[in-house]
């Protein structure tokens, strides 16, 4: 086996192991709710404001 410049970049990526991480459940389900709100609160609150001003503009 030969021996690496240590300074070169395949002795730097010899230790170089990235894992990610799993995501837990409550953060999914934190975001699915806030999707939720976000669908809920558009459709209820901002097109039938959209739509009045859209006939008469203040």
Do not use: C, K
């Amino acid at each position: 086996m030969t021996q690496l410049d240590p300074s070169s970049a395949e002795a730097e990526h010899r230790y170089h192991h990235y894992t990610g991480n799993v995501i837990p459940w409550y953060v999914r389900l934190i975001w699915l709710l806030f999707w939720g709100f976000t669908i809920y609160y558009t459709v209820q609150y901002l097109f039938p404001a959209v739509q009045t001003e859209m006939v008469s503009p203040p």
